[in-house]
Each structure stands twice: as C-alpha cells, then as structure tokens.
C-alpha cells in the first residue's frame, strides 16, 4: 500500500447507495467526488411511488 | 460542503493503488452552464423536440431540454444531444434564444478529467430486466402489458396518470390486473439471469395492495409467483395482511402465454394451478415483475478495471469483507454488490464508507473544507424588522399564486421591513442575495414563504446564520404544499389563503427571540454490547478508525452464534475466519474486550453517555460518546417434530456441529430429511428466519457430496434462497436433492413409533401422502431475538412484536435507533447471514463516527424549559416524557422543581401540555406565538 495516501474518496453513482456513502464519508472528514452519469442524482428510487412499510414517499 | 457533484460523467479507468488511485472521468456536455441556469423551464417550454421521458419509463413525453423531475439534484436543466434538432441539424436553437439568463451553450464539449483520491467507492446501480425478448409475453406489441417499473410510475401522484390507475391502451379503470413474478430472474431458458432478483415479490405485494388502495376494493389483483421471497423485516406479516386483509389472490404458478383477446384490449392467460388444472383467465393488464441486472456497460468496465465479478455480473465480494471488490482499496454497494432492497443498499453503503475511512484513517480531514462561522448580531431590544420572502417555486406557486399580491400584501403588515419574491428561494444565488439583503436592511426575522420545512428549513435557517442572525429568528410557511398543490383549480381562493399564511406567520415570527444552543463535547470512545461477529466487526471498524473501543460481553467468550456454524453460503470454513476475527479482536490495542460483563446501568445522553459494566460483583463505570448494539439472537428450541425424543431429529446446528466434526455417521446414512420453518412464519413468530433456506440447502449438499447415494429431502414452504444463493438451490437439485412443498395446515409428521423414522408428507405435485423412510431429521429453527428489556430501557430503544430492535426508519435508517447516539447491528435487528451482520456492523460504525467527527454538537434550541416559580413539582412531565429530558432539581434555590436538559428534549412538547401549573414553556412555539396565529387566522375567517 502506498505511502502517499489522500484524504477524499470517490463515490461512483448517484443512487441511494452512492448518496448514502458520499454523505457518511464527508460527515466523517473525507472530501467526496460523487460521480453521475445521468443529469441528476438520486437512481431508480426517485421513480418509485411509495416504499414499504411506512408507504412513505419514496422521493 | 464537500461532496463535489460530478454528473453526466463516466469513470474511464482507474489506475494507482488503494490510498493513491488516479480516476479517469469523462465528463458529458450538458449544454446548458450549471452556474448560470436558473431552472425556470423556458428552454423546455420552447424546445419543438418531443421525446420519450424515460423517468416516467417511457409512459410519457417530454421535450429535448428537460429536467429529470421537478426535485431533481442539481435543478439544473440539461439538453439531450441525441434529439436535439440544434445539435443534429444545426437549427432551430429557440431554447438559445429564449433562456432569460444565457444559460444555453451548444459549444460545450466532453471534457476528461483526472481525480486523484484515497479510494473508490462503485454503487453504480442496475438495470430492469427488459421483456422484450419474451415473445409470449406480448411486452413489445400490447400496451397493456407493462413493466413493475412503469406501474410504479402509474401509481405515483408525479406519474404520467397522476396516480390514477388506468391501463395504457385506452385509459379504461382496470377491473383486474395480474402481476408476473421472476420475468428476468430464476431463468436460464429464456434469459441469463439465474439469480433470483431478491426485491421482486414484495414490490409487486406493495404495488398489489397500493393499487387497490387507489382503485378501491373491487379491483382484484392476482399475483403469479413461484416462491413468495418475503424474508426481510416486516415483510412477512404484509404479505399476510395483503392477502387476509388487502384480498390480493396469489396463486403459484408460472404463466407461459399471454395472448391478446380479439376485438378488446383484455389479455388472457392459461395456466396450470397447483392441483394440475388448466385454467384460463381473463385480465385488464399484465405487470411484469422485471429483474434487477448489471448493465453490459458495466460489466465491461469491471473488466477493464479488474474488478472480478460472480457468475451472475455481480461484484465479487468474501462474506468476511462484504463490501470490498477484489482490487484493495475499491468497495462497492448498492445492487452492484447483489440485487438487493433500499434498507440493505442503505447498510451497505454505510459499510463501504466505513471500510474506506478505516483505509484512510490517518489522512482524514487532509482535504475538507472547513465552514466559516460568522459572528453573531444581537438583536435583543431591537423592534423587529422583518423581512418577508415570497418564493415562486418556478411555476410551482407562481402558477396558481398571484405572487405579486401576496407580495404587495405582505409589505402592508406590521414590521414587515421589505417584502420580495424570488423565482426559487433555495437556489443559490437566491441565498446569496438574502444575505445581502439582511446585512443592508438591517432585517432582524425573516419569513419564509415557499415549500416545506421539513426539507428546506435546515438550508434558509443557514442563510440566517452567514448573514449573522440567529436562526430561529425565522418562520417558514407552506404556500405550496399546502396551497398552490391543492388549489389548483381555485387561484384567487390559493392567493387569498397564502395572504393569510403570511400574516400568521409574521405575527408569529415578531414574538420570536433568539435561541440559544447549548455546544456539549463528544466523548470520542465508543461502546459495543455483544461479542459475535457483528460486535467484533463493529469494535474492528471503530478501532481501525482510530477510536478507542470497549467491548462488552457477557458470556466467557467471543464468538457469539458463530461458533455453532459450518460453512457459509460462499463455501468459506466459518471456524477459521472466525478464529482470525476474535484474534485480531483481542491483539488490537485500541479495544478493551470485558467478558462476563453486563451493562447495570446507563446514564447521560448522546455524547455523553456513562454505563456501568458489572462484572462478578464488581462495578465499573464507562464514559463513552456512542454506543452500538449487537446482542444477538439465540435458535428457537423445537417441540415440535418429536425434536428431544430421539437422537435422529436434530436442529440445523446440530447438524453444523456433526459437520464440523466431520462424524463418520454422515457417510452411512441412508436418507435424511430437512424440515424448514421450524417456529418461523406461524402465528406467534410472524417473520420469516431468512437463512434457513440456504443454510438446509447448504448442508444437503454436504451431505450429498459425502454420500451421493444418499436420498435427501427438502420438505419446506417457499425455497428463500435470495440473490445468488438460488445458484445454491440449483446446485443441490442438480445433485439429486429432492424438495417437496407442504402448507402450514398439512404439516409433516414425524414418526419414529416402529423404531424407524418416517417422514409423512402430502406432496403437492402428485397431491399424494408420501412415507418417506430416512436416518436422520434436521430442523430449521427460528431465529430469536435475545431481549433485554433492561438494555432497552437504559438507552430508550424499542423493539417490535417479534423482539426485534426497531430502527430509526426501515429503510433509510437501518443501523441507528432514533435515540442519538445509540447504533444497532446484527441478528438484534433481524436474522441475517454473516457477510449482511458484518455489512451492518460497519454501517453502525460509519454511522456513529459521523457524530463522533463532529467532537462537538449542539442541542436544539427549539426546547421546553421550566419556570420554576410556577412548577408544582408534581412530576407528570417526568412521567410523560418519551426521552427522559425533565428531572428535578437536586440543589439550589429551586431544589425539587422540575428542569429540562436541553440535549434529551426533542421539542415536542408534551410536557407543555401536560403541565398544570402552565410552566413550562417550548422556546420557538410559546403559548402567545401559536395564539397570535390563531387570532390571524381568526381574522381570515
């Protein structure tokens, strides 16, 4: 393992789980490059209606 | 603040090692300048160009230049090249000419960019299975027949019938509608996809019982499944009510065609049913409950960037290191790591973030950026000056809203110093010029009329704070959400109603006085409760992390459940990684292992916390700023099945153990059987134990492989081998295991009267009573939660029904209890596999260190505070409390009268209303604020 290790991270997709991890690592001092392919974040969860069980809205 | 948004781009390559990796990015035009685009929509309203909008998954149309959706992040619109008549032919360019703000820029080109960072993090998603190729399924030629994707867009109020549902052919309200299970998933004729999907069944349960609540209860759902997979939390219990409550019909069985009926839009299908009778049906439309896969694109790129991939192009993962790929320093979650559900793409990507600051420890907070804090004005004394800001919310309110009166309206009000709109408040240079206006008009409270606060609050009260105003000299109110949304239809009546929102909240905020929060340090030790895999992992992550941790056991040893298991679904010998596990435990220097230990008690509060560990009569005290739960769960202990009465019944860990001991016996059997749902999914244990499928599976082919002549059952209810463990399943049919169906109210019967033992089991293919003659049972047992009630207590956690800790949200808050500082991990939340326990335990971790980095927090200043003049200290708001906050005072003048620590309260005010004496008071929502609104609002009526 190299010696010259940087303190940022990057966070390939925008998702739940992209977001999730870009948001727990800059809370935990890490600068995050959270990479996106399409013109906004937020994936396949942004197009659901309703998630189980409180049938919140998903957005 | 330091999460720098890159969209449109494409990681190309990565090159270097972990801690020092160099990340090709290619980045796409957006043809439209990010910093200058205002979002009002004109470049979509004049764009000539429609095109299919594939966020309502192609249900709908929408223009070349669109925005995603109206909350999409960054609101920022975007020019599809592809369609774009500018970009194609060279004309047209209206949205060039008509963008108020020259945000258009048809020059932009790709640009590549090199990244250096510490480590990558892949979370790269799926994609939905496409039917097109299932010819008998009729997707690429019926309109009604439709992906689960489309029908979620169908369902939802933002969806191209705004929630209504309606079949696509001809709009008609659908009287029937059947869903299709594993389309693109379980199948290798007609696809590659062997994997089962693991999210499938239960979305089209949601999707089910959801369309019924919007038709009504006339509308019949029927779902066609193979195995109803419902083995995450809850789940079990809701497909129970969708089918005895909701009277959703599921019917076991596979649909082979779909066939178009003549002369009407209606499908019929021709199935068998369970008892072997051809049936044919007639349905309005057809959902198909399309698989999740890794996109081809993706799979390439793995490939370049050496990141080896299971057989179903998934990322390959070790169950002890469930998120790392096989290139250190490079993790990955979400759907890429497996198909999975939101709460465990949620854990999962905690668990990467911990296992890339664990990487990283050492170089944290080398490259964030710090907040700037701007000193405080006073304003005590000061006659309010308010200024009041009027958001547009593009067309959102404006559209419904005669903005400009309410605007005049407002300037008319009492103190209101400055009244103005804006296009979007929340936009940057929206913030930037309330800043200004503050510091120019010496504004001392401001209002907030736009969206809600629930998600905007945070950002305007900000705004406050960099303008040098405390920021709960602030009131937002909802003339959108509440108003603009639901008048639609009524503009003069919405404009009316925004007047008088904005009176009241005026009213309101000119009573407001600044808060004042309290700043508290945060212990930087952490506690882990419970020794097994999930406590190790944790109290691993937090020491890797460089926090000093104390792990608490209360049995002699580490090891938890662990110890009693074989082999794990990857084929990893449990026993060796485990040993490697509690040794790296026990030499790391950073943790303090206390076996036969027990907590007595627990005092303090986030941050603060003090817990006395008792250990043989002795007691110690711990201060510790966050605390993760992971005490486990023990197997349940079967009275059923003759278990108990003869050596040949056993339980499922017997059987690991005899494995484990690799005992002769094994070889000489002749015929055994496996028993699943062993005090799962009945009555009183209403959750399914999640691994007891694969576990059985795992060990029949033990056994099978031991002895290939040996006949080996399966006697189970749905086979839940989720994800690829179905590859499992497939394996140990292919080895001759033989499984057979049998309901919950045709249980088998287990006989050992003659001094043989038998297996009585009705099978539902023949329908026939079967006798099968065998040497050994083993039974799937349930997994029970250990419950503490006491441990519950000191931390105010609650667990549900079945014994489960319950967490802070289901899906978004998997790890964390809704008690501050307290984290929860393993078999106390929900039975799960090691590398899922494991995944959680980081999660806790990376939860909990977020807060730990803070070193400081401050409470809220929106809490009760007693008067202790008035407090008859009667001590009803200590018995109310939910959090513990009021206590009375020990010493001082006003020793025995209740007070209030501002870091428990939550604000929500119970005590306020319970207390007799009127005194305690909740700061930002005094009795005179709130009946200052009422008489404002009075005045509307």
Known sequence: MTKNKIGSVMVVGGGIAGMQSALDLADAGYYVYLVEKGPSIGGVMAQLDKTFPTNDCAM | ?941
């Not at chain 2, 406050?464 to 503009?491: C, D």
């Not at chain 2, 945060?522 to 406590?535: E, K, P």
């Not at chain 2, 029970?784 to 519950?792: F, G, H, R, V």
């Open chain 2, 1 to 941: 603040m330091n999460i720098e948004i890159i969209t449109l781009a494409e990681v190309q390559d990565i090159k270097g090692e972990a801690g020092n990796f160099s990340v090709d990015v290619l980045k796409h035009p957006r043809y439209i300048d990010e910093d200058k685009c205002i979002a009002c929509g004109v470049c979509a309203e004049k764009c000539p160009k429609k095109i299919i909008d594939t966020y309502n998954a192609g249900l709908s149309k929408r223009k070349s230049a669109y925005v995603e959706y109206p909350q999409a992040v960054p609101l920022k619109y975007v020019i599809d090249p592809e369609t774009c008549i500018y970009l194609q032919k060279g004309k047209c360019g209206a949205c060039k000419k008509k963008c108020p703000v020259d945000a258009v820029n048809f020059d932009q080109k790709p640009e590549n960019k090199t990244i250096n960072v510490g480590s990558v993090i892949l979370a790269p998603g799926f994609e939905t299975f496409s039917p097109e190729a299932f010819e008998n399924y009729q997707y690429a030629k019926h309109p009604n027949v439709i992906t689960s994707l489309e029908f979620e867009r169908i369902l939802s109020a933002s969806g191209p019938t705004q929630g209504h549902v309606s079949r696509p052919s001809d709009h008609k309200d659908p009287k029937k509608i059947a869903w299709f299970q594993c389309v693109g998933s379980r199948d290798m004729n007609r696809c590659d996809n062997a994997y089962c999907s693991s999210v499938c069944c239960m979305y089209a349960i949601k999707e089910a019982v959801i369309a019924k609540e919007h038709v009504g209860d006339e509308l019949d759902c029927a779902i066609f499944f193979m195995d109803m997979r419902t083995h995450g939390k809850e789940f079990e219990r809701f497909y129970d009510s969708a089918k005895t409550k909701s009277g959703v019909r599921f019917i076991r069985s596979r649909v082979h065609t779909i066939t178009p009926v003549t002369g009407s839009d209606d499908l019929e299908l021709r199935f068998v049913t369970e008892d072997g009778d051809l049936k044919t049906e007639i349905f309005d439309m057809v959902v198909l409950s399309v698989g999740m896969q890794t996109p081809k694109a993706l799979v390439d790129l793995s490939k370049k960037l050496d990141i080896d991939l299971t057989p179903g192009n998934f990322a390959d993962t070790q169950t002890f290191s469930p998120v790392a790929t096989s290139r250190p320093g490079i993790f990955v979650s979400g759907a890429f790591q497996g198909p999975k559900d939101i709460p465990q793409a949620v854990v999962d990507s905690s668990a990467a973030s911990a296992a890339a600051a664990e990487l990283l420890a050492d170089v944290r907070n080398t490259c964030t950026k710090e907040k700037k804090i701007v000193p405080e004005v006073s304003v005590l004394g000061d006659r309010p000056k308010i200024g009041v800001i009027i958001c547009q919310c593009g067309t959102n309110i404006a559209g419904v809203v005669d903005v400009p009166k309410v605007v005049e309206y407002a300037s008319t009000l009492p103190y209101v110093e400055l009244a103005t709109d804006k296009l979007f408040a929340c936009s940057q240079d929206a913030q930037d010029n309330m800043v200004e206006l503050i510091k120019e008009k010496g504004l001392n409270r401001i209002v907030m009329a736009a969206c809600t606060p629930k998600t905007h609050e945070p950002l305007f009260q900000d705004t406050l704070t960099a303008a040098g105003l405390n920021k709960y000299l602030f009131e937002m109110t909802n003339i959108r959400n509440q108003n603009s949304w639901v008048h639609k239809n009524n503009p003069e009546m919405a404009t009316e109603k925004a007047k008088d929102l904005v009176r009241m909240a005026v009213s309101k905020v000119a009573m407001q006085e600044p808060l004042a929060e309290v700043e508290l340090p945060v212990n930087q030790t952490a506690m882990v409760v419970g020794g097994g895999i999930s406590g190790m992992a944790a109290a691993k992550s937090f020491a890797e992390q460089g926090y000093e941790t104390h792990l608490v056991e209360k049995g002699s040893r580490l090891g938890g459940q662990a110890v009693n298991l074989y082999m794990t679904a990857k084929g990893e010998y449990i026993q060796e990684k485990l040993a490697e596990m509690i040794a790296s435990v026990e030499s790391d220097d950073r943790i303090h292992v206390h076996l036969d230990t027990q907590l007595s008690n627990v005092d303090g509060f986030v941050g603060n916390f003090e817990s006395t560990f008792s250990s043989n009569g002795n007691e110690t005290k711990l201060e510790h700023g966050v605390a993760v739960l992971a005490t486990g769960a023990t197997p349940y202990h079967p009275t059923e099945y003759g278990y108990g009465t003869d050596d040949r019944i056993i339980t499922s860990l017997d059987l690991d153990k005899k494995l484990m001991d690799d005992d002769p016996s094994l070889k000489t059997l002749n015929g055994a059987a496996f028993i699943q749902c062993v005090g799962s999914r009945e009555p009183e244990r209403m959750y399914c134990s999640r691994i007891c499928c694969t576990h059985s599976i795992e060990n029949s082919i033990q056994l099978k492989e031991k002895n290939p002549d040996m006949n080996v059952y399966i006697l189970y209810r749905d086979i839940r081998a989720y994800g690829e463990k179905e590859l499992l399943y497939k394996k140990a049919r292919q080895l001759g295991v033989i499984f057979i169906r049998y309901s919950i109210d045709n249980k088998p019967v287990v006989n050992t009267d003659s001094g043989k033992l038998t297996v009585n089991v009705l099978d539902h293919i023949l329908n026939m009573p079967l006798e099968l003659e065998v040497d050994m049972v083993s039974l799937a047992t349930a997994i029970i939660p250990n419950k503490d009630e006491k441990l519950s207590n000191f931390f105010k956690v609650a667990t549900n029904t079945d014994g489960f800790f319950i967490e802070k949200h289901a899906k978004l808050g998997p790890s964390e209890f809704s008690t501050d500082g307290v984290y929860l991990c393993g078999l106390a939340h929900y039975p799960k596999p090691i590398d899922e326990s494991i995944a959680q335990a980081k999660a806790a971790v990376a939860r909990a260190v977020t807060l730990l980095a803070r070193k400081t927090i401050f409470s809220s200043g929106t809490v009760a505070q007693v008067d202790p003049v008035l407090c008859a200290a009667c001590g009803v708001c200590m018995s109310i409390c939910p959090y513990s906050a009021p206590k009375f005072t020990e010493e001082g003048r006003f020793a025995g009268k209740a007070e209030i620590n501002p870091a428990l309260c939550k604000g929500c005010g119970l005590c306020v209303a319970s207390c007799r004496s009127g005194a305690i008071h909740l700061k930002g929502f005094d009795t005179d604020q709130i009946l200052t609104q009422i008489f404002e609002m009075d005045e509307a009526v």
